[in-house]
């Protein structure tokens, strides 16, 4: 199948040959039939793209003071790297599709095979969503028709914040396409609408649809809106236009009447005159895309949605409650497409919205049932060799790990892929593409099922790894798995007796006891005559409470997740075995844990002790790792595996290196091992240790073990 993909870097529009997704729980597959370009957003993301590097610099300051940070902490080649692969990751473009149910997950009720309907999918043959953010279409509603309907629900979603009732004049400042859907919302909820605009065309379609138009060029908004409420004011203002000074804002300000509200809905500056606000009491909202649902979690990448009694308008329902407007003929989004292109020609459509020509709702058109969007594995490069005994290598998952860091190391390291699969199945296909990867496929079935592969690498989501290694196992594949190895200790049981059982290699992801910094301090540390100290400063940074790394049931949390490397590092330096683990976590003034601020203090079977302070509240500026080693009179900092500081026995400082953190020589050991068949790079006896240390850890620090606060 194909989807249209956006180049960061030149601007480029690509039809990218990609796998049909897989279709995971409570998710839908979805055969496109019509999808609409969002001429604000997406001209917005081409514009971008086409600009040069200095003007996308300049139009993201925020960005490049990240960049610049990361340079200071991490050197000027990893930051280069990090940015240069950042914008080689091309950008799904659209988010209005309607198309016909292919596929259901498991635990989908309410949708079958065949079924018509609206999602947010992007402009590609088939889309794969959650059952919470599809609608379906009734058979009233044209597919063009019902592709506006997320668009439409962004209005929707304006006025519910803006609360209009029966008679009131609400003012829309913006007639694109979210403006003029507002119009007919509002004419339909029985308001007096003004619609203001630059765009003569868009002026004269709000006045069809009832609304007073004015002019923003020709007259002072201000004084219009007061001479058509009869000086009363406005008593509500939904801003639905693209702005980037403050003028808009001031002016809804001024047209409103005491106490009224103003919702923003699309964007512009908000500098805001107090005293307006404060005279006039007025109420400011700014409105979240579709509605409750949009951004979490739970609803969108799981498909569960909110309790009807408790949230009565969701995402999903505001897509129901437009499709039923249309349906009755009380709103016509149709009335707005200006142009149609076949979906092979989308590119003369961006070439159209680029030019500023005039446009409103433009439509892409799809073929049905293509045979290409059917095909579950595409090939791309010619196939690569044969490795490891039983076949080449396999990964599932292609997200930013695997195409950032992964496949850069497996490349410098000369290791061949074979295959690569992803949920979605395009990240895939572009990282098959920019990696000379023989074939692209859909989620892990077809990676496992491959005969030809001998070696899978699963860098997926943390709740998924325990399942998938032992999936792989039982398929007769060496299994290299990015940490973490599981979520729970049963399943780290489970994992070992499989090894016992199996002549295969496992192997967790734990890069650093690989770093050639971390290699030298461990050969120093043999030597010593008693026992050593480790301080581990971990400046991992804020990650926000909804991520998925930090859900329990998902990710694991950030100790598990992440500190698992710093738990082995310090494994791996000592030498000898964890015998005791205690743990303080910081606290909020409710007393409230707070789940990534956290003393880890280990003690080690020969004396030795380490604490690993793993915190997400230090400054960015500050580098994020430092190792400081104290061993018989002599001090040793490894300063964010770029330099050494010694302090006694050979002081002095190694001047700074190329970061490395110990990637390439990690997957070069797994090949080897894997090549001739063992031992494995990293001890059975350690990386089950490890696991099973760090799965404690993170229970310590929710405060669901009593060992917490011993």
């Known amino acids: 199948m194909r989807q249209l993909l956006q180049d960061l870097r030149s601007g480029a529009l690509t039809f990218e040959q990609v796998p049909r997704p897989s279709v995971p729980a409570r998710h839908l597959l979805v055969e496109t039939r019509a999808s609409l370009i969002s001429a604000g957003t997406e001209r917005m993301l081409v514009e971008f793209a086409r600009a040069n590097l200095l003007d996308k610099a300049r139009s993201q300051p925020e960005r490049v003071r990240q960049v610049l940070e990361k340079v200071g902490t991490d050197g000027l080649l990893p930051t280069l790297e990090a940015v240069r692969s950042k914008l080689a990751d091309p950008l799904p473009l659209g988010y209005c599709n309607a198309g016909i149910v292919r596929q259901v997950g498991a635990g989908v009720e309410r949708f079958a095979v065949g079924d018509r309907v609206v999602t947010n999918g992007p402009h590609a043959e088939m889309?794969?969503?959650?059952?919470?953010?599809?609608?379906?279409?009734?058979?009233?509603?044209?597919?063009?028709?019902?592709?506006?309907?997320?668009?439409?629900?962004?209005?929707?979603q304006g006025l519910r914040l803006a609360e209009p009732t029966l008679g009131e004049s609400v003012v829309v400042f913006g007639l694109g396409?979210?403006?003029?859907?507002?119009?007919?919302?509002?004419r339909a909820a029985g308001c007096q609408v003004i619609g203001i605009d630059r765009d003569s065309s868009r002026l004269d379609l709000a006045r069809g649809m009832g609304a007073i138009p004015i002019d923003g060029r020709a007259a002072d908004p201000v004084a219009a809106i007061m001479a058509a409420t009869g000086g009363r004011g406005a008593d509500a203002v939904l801003l639905t236009l693209a702005a980037s000074d403050d003028g808009p804002i001031r002016q809804a300000a001024a047209m409103c009447r005491k106490r009224g509200r103003l919702v923003l809905v699309g964007v512009t500056g908000l500098n805001l005159n107090r005293d307006e606000f404060f005279r006039k009491e007025l109420q400011f909202s700014v409105s979240c895309s579709y509605g409750p649902g949009r951004y979490d979690p739970k609803y969108e990448d799981e498909g569960i949605d909110y309790p009807?009694?408790?949230?009565?308008?969701?995402?999903?329902?505001?897509?129901?409650?437009?499709?039923?407007?249309?349906?009755?003929?009380?709103?016509?989004?149709?009335?707005?497409?200006?142009?149609?292109?076949?979906?092979?020609?989308?590119?003369?459509?961006?070439?159209?919205?680029?030019?500023?020509?005039?446009?409103?709702?433009?439509?892409?058109?799809?073929?049905?049932?293509?045979?290409?969007?059917?095909?579950?594995t595409i090939p791309v490069a010619a196939s690569s060799n044969g490795r490891h005994g039983a076949g080449g290598l396999g990964i599932i998952g292609a997200g930013n790990f695997t195409r950032r860091t992964l496949l850069p190391a497996l490349r410098k390291a000369g290791v061949p892929v074979r295959v690569i699969g992803s949920g979605q199945g395009a990240s895939a296909a572009v990282a098959a593409r920019q990696f000379g990867i023989a074939a692209a496929v859909g989620g892990a079935g077809a990676v496992l099922a491959d005969p030809d592969v001998g070696t899978v690498f699963i860098t997926t989501r943390h709740d998924s790894h325990a399942s998938l290694v032992l999936a792989a196992l039982e398929a007769g594949k060496h299994v290299f798995v990015e940490k973490p190895l599981a979520l729970s200790e049963e399943d780290v049981d489970?994992?070992?007796?499989?090894?016992?059982?199996?002549?295969?290699?496992?192997?967790?992801?734990?890069?650093?006891r690989f770093a050639p910094m971390a290699v030298e301090l461990r050969a120093e540390l043999a030597a010593r005559s008693g026992p050593a100290s480790l301080l581990i400063h971990v400046n991992a940074g804020s990650m926000p409470a909804d991520h998925w790394t930090r859900a329990s049931m998902i990710g694991g949390g950030r100790i598990v997740g992440e500190a698992c490397h710093f738990i082995d590092l310090a494994r791996f330096l000592i030498g000898a075995p964890i015998v005791d683990l205690v743990v303080t976590a910081a606290r909020e003034r409710d007393g409230v844990r707070i789940d990534d601020i956290a003393h880890l203090g280990l003690r080690f079977g020969d004396g030795s002790v380490a604490t690993i302070a793993y915190l997400a509240n230090g400054s960015k500026a500050f580098p994020k790792e430092q190792v400081t080693v104290s061993v018989d009179g002599r001090t040793t900092i490894l300063d964010n595996w770029r330099r050494f500081r010694r302090f006694g026995g050979g002081s002095g400082t190694l001047f700074p290196k190329a970061q490395d953190k110990g990637h390439q020589n990690e997957v070069r050991a797994w090949d080897q091992a894997a090549g001739a068949g063992g031992p494995p790079p990293i001890?059975?006896?350690?990386?089950?240790?490890?696991?099973?240390?760090?799965?404690?850890?993170?229970?310590?620090?929710?405060?669901?073990?009593?060992?917490?606060?011993r």
């Not at 020609?345 to 290409?372: F, I, R, W």
């Not at 489970?494 to 650093?512: C, K, Q, T, Y």
């Open 127 to 156: 889309v794969r969503v959650p059952q919470t953010l599809a609608a379906r279409i009734p058979d009233e509603v044209s597919d063009e028709a019902a592709c506006f309907t997320p668009l439409a629900a962004i209005a929707l």
């Open 494 to 512: 489970r994992i070992e007796a499989a090894v016992e059982r199996s002549d295969r290699l496992l192997m967790v992801g734990f890069n650093r």
């Open 683 to 709: 001890p059975y006896p350690e990386l089950f240790e490890v696991s099973r240390w760090a799965i404690r850890a993170e229970a310590m620090v929710r405060g669901t073990d009593a060992a917490a606060e």
């Open 308 to 376: 009807l009694g408790f949230v009565r308008w969701t995402a999903q329902r505001n897509f129901e409650a437009v499709l039923a407007l249309a349906r009755d003929g009380r709103i016509d989004p149709a009335a707005m497409i200006t142009h149609r292109f076949l979906f092979e020609e989308a590119g003369k459509a961006y070439d159209l919205l680029a030019a500023g020509a005039p446009s409103l709702g433009v439509v892409l058109q799809y073929p049905a049932g293509s045979a290409e969007a059917q095909a579950p």
């Open 177 to 186: 396409l979210v403006g003029l859907l507002s119009v007919q919302l509002l």
